[in-house]
């Protein structure tokens, strides 16, 4: 008998324990003290208390992480996404336990994971980056002397961000010189590296990025593309698949990119290619996520394929359900919202207790949820509450679908961005597909 154990929490956790039933294999879920309640916990064949809130004592904990690992005997250790996904110190230290790592390798993910690295990697194997520029140890006169020479306004981005944390828009050099320190410092609190790099900002860009997915014999599939353009502080909010107003030609390009990108790594397990795309549709490869990613339904929804079963059955050295590219079929469009507890008009988190939970049902609609009516949306994790995931024939059929179905979604006891999705979903902007990532500022009138 196999058995998993989950190093992440909420609606992940939960997704990763409806296909470990459905492969027959068991679960170890981790919680911290402010997690107790929720439903993963519960759901979960065994539960176990891993520390405080706070993350570095209790998810980030790697130590006691592979203690419960080693008590519970288990085969491997899927990192969901967020928290330990994408560290790959822990990756490396669950490879020398002797436990399956479900994800690339350790070396992999330390290539990809360290953005300035990955654009390195990026570059020897012919694929575009964003034109920017990127040195040890960076003085601010370098900064200065290179934003100058790549044209601003400039992105200052920390190697190791994530999750739109640690980037910063730079529109003069006043404004470098402005955020050069603070943002070493920031990215050295969160992310334990101060190590930053410049990118040339691309105006009214969009945010479009490739699944691939590396087989245990080698093989790199891609799952098609999705659009990430509807974000609010550079992160997303709306993701949908296919991507809409994108021709052909432009399409068939970043497929043959992600491709070559992972092929040329040789990674193996599931991996985005995220891409930005100015308005003349040329792609830019922007970060390469070596994990599952939040947005991962839509891509199951239009496929019909299950890749937390994908990911589980090539960690341990078995055949995909697909042996060549043309197995890989597009049948209809989908849309996820991610549904977070924060405030609709500043977009900051506003933690506190749910007190009623309503999502409707029915055909096409997916909703992966970490919470239940009752429980408590803590500060102490990401705020999002849910995704709500709307799937039908056409993206036209599937707009009216989710725009009917969100008259029934009510999520109550906290503020919510629900409001936001209305908005973009009656929208003209959203309608005719001609979006990109400033586009729900301009909805929002801001
Ligand atoms: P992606 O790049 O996969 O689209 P993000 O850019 O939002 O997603 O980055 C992943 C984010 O997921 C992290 O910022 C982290 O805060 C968040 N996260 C990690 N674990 C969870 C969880 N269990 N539930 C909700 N969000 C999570
Ligand atoms: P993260 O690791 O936080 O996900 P990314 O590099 O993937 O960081 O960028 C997140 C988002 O920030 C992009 O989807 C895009 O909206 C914006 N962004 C990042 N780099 C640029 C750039 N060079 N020009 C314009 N927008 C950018
Ligand atoms: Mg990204």
């Not at 939960?14 to 439903?39: F, G, Q």
């Not at 009917?404 to 629900?418: L, R, Y």
């Not at 959203?430 to 400033?438: A, E, I, L, S, V």
Request: charged share 25%; net charge negative.
């Amino acid at each position: 008998m196999r058995k998993i154990l989950i190093a992440n929490r909420g609606e992940i956790a939960l997704r990763i324990i409806r296909t470990c039933k459905k492969m027959n294999i068991k679960t170890v879920a981790v919680y911290s003290e402010a997690d107790e309640e929720l439903p993963y916990v519960k759901e979960a064949d065994t539960a176990k208390l891993i520390g405080p809130p706070p993350v570095a004592q209790s998810y980030l904990h790697i130590d006691r992480l592979l203690e419960i690992a080693a008590e519970e005997k288990v085969n491997a250790i899927h990192p969901g996404y967020g928290l330990l996904s994408e560290n790959a110190d822990f990756a490396e230290r669950v490879e020398k336990e002797g436990i399956i790592f479900i994800g690339p390798s350790s070396s992999v993910m330390r290539k990809m994971g360290d953005k300035i690295e990955a654009r390195k990697t990026m570059v020897d194997a012919g694929v575009p980056v964003v034109p920017g520029y990127e040195s040890e140890n960076m003085t601010i006169e370098e900064a200065r002397e290179e934003a100058a020479k790549i044209g601003y306004p400039v992105m200052l981005k920390a190697s190791s961000g994530g999750g739109g944390v640690g980037m910063v828009l730079c529109e003069d050099e006043q404004a470098l010189n402005q955020h050069f320190e603070p943002t070493i410092k920031r990215s050295q609190t969160y992310f334990g590296s101060g190590k930053l790099f410049i990118e040339k900002y691309i105006a009214n860009a969009r945010h479009i990025e490739v699944q691939i997915f590396g087989s245990a014999t080698g093989e790199v599939f891609h799952l098609f593309e999705r659009n990430c353009s509807i974000q609010r502080r550079n992160q997303k909010v709306i993701e949908e698949s296919p991507s809409p107003s994108l021709t052909e030609p432009a399409k068939n390009k970043l497929y043959h990119l992600a491709v070559q990108a992972a092929e040329a790594v040789g990674y193996k397990n599931a991996g985005t290619i995220e891409c930005i795309l100015d308005m003349d549709e040329n792609p830019y490869f922007l970060e390469m996520n070596t994990r599952l990613q939040v947005e991962h339904p839509v891509t199951e929804q239009i496929t019909g394929y299950d890749l937390v079963e994908w990911q589980i059955k090539t960690a341990f050295e078995e055949k995909l359900p697909v042996t060549k590219q043309e197995d890989i079929q597009v049948t209809g469009h989908s849309i996820e919202f991610r549904i977070y507890a924060e405030d609709p008009k500043t977009f900051y988190p506003s933690p506190g207790t749910l007190t009623k939970v309503h999502f409707p049902n029915g055909e096409g609609i997916r909703v992966d949820i970490g919470y239940e009516a009752e429980n408590k949306v803590t500060p102490y994790y990401d705020p999002m509450i849910a995704k709500f995931i709307v799937t039908a024939d056409s993206r036209h059929s599937c707009i009216q679908a989710a725009r009917q179905a969100f008259d029934s979604v009510s999520v109550e006891g906290v503020k919510t961005n629900i409001p936001i999705h209305k908005l973009v979903l009656d929208s003209a902007e959203f309608m005719d597909g001609k979006y990109h990532t400033q586009t729900l500022m301009n909805i929002k009138g801001e």
